[in-house]
C-alpha cells in the first residue's frame, strides 16, 4: 500500500478507539490491522491513544480507587448511568461524540468518569457498608447487611399462638428509611417494598436491623408474597415436629429461594 493511497484510507477516530477495545467485527478488525501496518500515520494515532487510556487508568487507580465503592458497587452504578444515557440519548449520537478530536473525546470519556465517581462518593455517604451496594429488586438480601438475627424464643413459645392471631410487629418508618438507605434504593418508591423480616417473628427472627431487607412486591417471580408462602410452611412444618426451628431459621436465612425449592419440591413459585 503506497503512502497516499494510506492517506486516502485512513480509519476514523472512532474505529481507531474501538480497535483499542477490541469492539470492531472480525472483517473490520482485520481491515484495520492490515491498514496499520502500512501507515505510520495511523500507528501512531493508534499509539496516542493507548499513551492516554493507559495514563487514565493510572490515574484511575492512584487517585479514584480509594474514593470508590467496591467492584460490585461500581458495576451496579455504572450499569445505572448507562441505562440512563441510553435512555436519554437520541439516534446517532454516539458516532457524533466520536467525530470530535481526539481531546474532545478524551474530554467527553473524562466527563463521563466524573460523573460516576460523583455519584459513587455521594452515594458511599448513605450507605452503612460500601462494599455492599446491591441491584435494584434484589431477589435476596445482603449477606453482609442483613445476615438475619434471632432473639431467645423456645418451641411453646413460637408455636403458642398461629400466625394469623398474633400481633404484627410494626417496623418504625425511620428504621425502614435506614434499610432502604443501606440498600442504596432511597428513591424508589416504597409502596413497591415491603421491609420485611429476613427470618419472620413467628420463627423467633429479632426487630434487629440485620434482619431487615428491602422485598420487591410485584416486580419479580420471587417476590414478598411468596415469601410468605415459606415462612407459613415452615411455621407449619417446626410447630408439626417435621423440621427443628433452628433448620427452620438457618434454611430462610442463608437462602430463602433456595429453601422454598427444597420444601415446597418446585423450582418456580406455585
Known amino acids: 500500500m503506497s503512502y497516499m493511497r494510506c492517506q486516502d484510507s485512513h480509519p476514523s477516530d472512532e474505529d481507531l478507539l474501538l480497535a483499542v477495545d477490541g469492539e470492531l467485527p472480525p472483517k473490520r478488525a482485520k481491515e484495520i490491522s492490515e491498514h496499520l501496518a502500512a501507515c505510520w500515520d495511523c500507528r501512531a494515532r493508534r499509539g496516542r491513544f493507548e499513551t492516554t487510556i493507559a495514563d487514565l487508568v493510572e490515574a484511575r487507580h492512584a487517585i479514584l480507587d480509594p474514593q470508590l465503592p467496591s467492584e460490585v458497587g461500581r458495576r451496579a452504578l455504572l450499569k445505572a448511568h448507562l441505562s440512563e444515557f441510553a435512555a436519554a440519548s437520541s439516534a446517532g449520537t454516539r458516532s457524533r461524540v ?3 478530536s481526539p481531546v474532545r473525546q478524551l474530554l467527553a470519556l473524562g466527563l463521563a468518569a466524573v460523573l460516576i465517581v460523583t455519584f459513587a462518593v455521594m452515594h458511599r455517604l448513605q450507605v452503612r457498608d460500601s462494599s455492599s451496594i446491591v441491584a435494584m429488586d434484589p431477589l435476596e438480601p445482603s449477606r453482609s447487611l442483613t445476615p438475619g438475627a434471632t432473639r431467645q424464643v423456645d418451641l411453646r413459645e413460637v408455636c403458642g399462638a398461629a400466625p394469623q392471631t398474633a400481633t404484627p410487629r410494626v417496623i418504625p418508618v425511620s428504621v425502614q428509611r435506614q434499610v432502604f438507605q443501606e440498600y442504596g434504593m432511597s ?7 415491603e421491609v420485611d423480616f429476613l427470618i419472620t417473628p413467628e420463627l423467633g427472627g429479632s426487630d434487629d436491623i440485620h434482619n431487615l431487607w428491602p422485598e420487591p412486591y410485584y416486580s419479580t417471580v420471587w417476590n414478598a408474597h411468596v415469601k410468605d408462602e415459606l415462612e407459613d410452611r415452615l411455621y407449619e412444618m417446626v410447630c408439626n415436629g417435621e423440621l427443628d ?6 434454611d430462610i436465612s442463608s437462602d430463602w429461594i433456595l429453601a422454598y425449592k427444597k420444601y415446597f419440591h418446585t423450582d418456580r413459585p406455585r
Open 187 to 193: 428513591g424508589v418508591p416504597s409502596k413497591d417494598y
Open 98 to 100: 466520536f467525530r470530535g
Open 245 to 250: 426451628l433452628r433448620t427452620a431459621q438457618q
